[in-house]
């Protein structure tokens, strides 16, 4: 089955800067790549997701990139804020299929 | 609001005990999930169900049985608790006919096995 890595665990950013993190996977047949925010003691949510048809996408201050050859995919998160504060999860499946997740990274934006 | 609603939201029990944790959604979506969350592990699938003659293991299904009682209802038991069965777990729900396979979590069950 589908295996995805994330990096870090845990990032530290100052208030302003930009955060990146990055998550591989295992099966090439996989064209469907989320992003889930976990806020502290709530439930995790939806924030950007691309297809594999689709090399870069944006949404306002976060963007997902993906490269097929190398079966990777980043999560870019621009001027962060103290409310980018969370553990963010990235996921792989093929579509129609059950989301693998990543083990998750914690954000911590401090002012 | 459509949602997926879990109970019980938080449950202690003891090693040996069967328990259910239930799950209902008013979204009108046909496929259901139940993950379990660890510190540190992320988001594992313990089953899930296409619909409602639909069940199939996950990554973790051992010591996890689980009922689709009707496309609204996915209920997950355990039916002799452990305690390495302590974890935060999540039911989800998605809709076939969207184009993204975007997840609706619940707010979670947190169970503790003593």
């Known amino acids: 089955g589908e295996n995805v890595e994330q990096h870090p665990s845990t990032l530290s950013v100052q208030e302003g800067d930009s955060a990146v993190i990055k998550c591989t996977y295992s099966?090439?047949?996989?064209?469907?790549f989320p992003w889930y925010k976990q806020e502290l003691g709530k439930r995790p949510q939806l924030i950007i997701d691309?297809?594999?048809?689709?090399g870069e996408k944006k949404d306002q201050r976060i963007a997902v990139t993906l490269n097929k050859t190398a079966k990777h995919f980043s999560l870019h998160i621009t001027e962060t804020q103290p409310e980018d504060s969370a553990v963010y999860f990235c996921?792989?499946?093929?579509?129609?299929?059950?989301?693998?997740f990543g083990k998750g990274t914690s954000l911590l934006v401090t002012p | 609001d459509a949602d997926v609603t879990q109970t019980p939201r938080n449950r202690i029990t003891k090693t040996g005990k069967r328990i259910m944790l239930e799950c209902s959604q008013t979204?009108?979506?046909?496929?259901m999930y139940w993950y379990r969350q660890d510190p540190g592990l992320g988001l594992r699938l313990i089953y899930y169900?296409?619909?409602?003659?639909?069940?199939n293991k996950g990554e973790i299904s051992d010591g996890y049985s689980v009922s689709r009682q009707a496309q609204a209802k996915f209920s997950l038991s355990l039916e002799s608790a452990i305690p390495n069965q302590t974890a935060l777990y999540f039911c989800?729900?998605?809709?076939?006919?969207?184009?993204?396979?975007?997840?609706?979590f619940g707010e979670g069950s947190r169970l503790t096995v003593l």
């Open positions: 691309i297809r594999s048809n689709v």
């Open positions: 989800a729900t998605s809709d076939r006919f969207r184009e993204t396979g975007e997840l609706f």
């Open positions: 996921a792989a499946s093929l579509s129609g299929y059950a989301l693998n």
């Open positions: 169900s296409f619909d409602v003659k639909d069940i």
């Open positions: 979204k009108g979506h046909d496929r």
């Open positions: 099966d090439s047949a996989s064209n469907y």
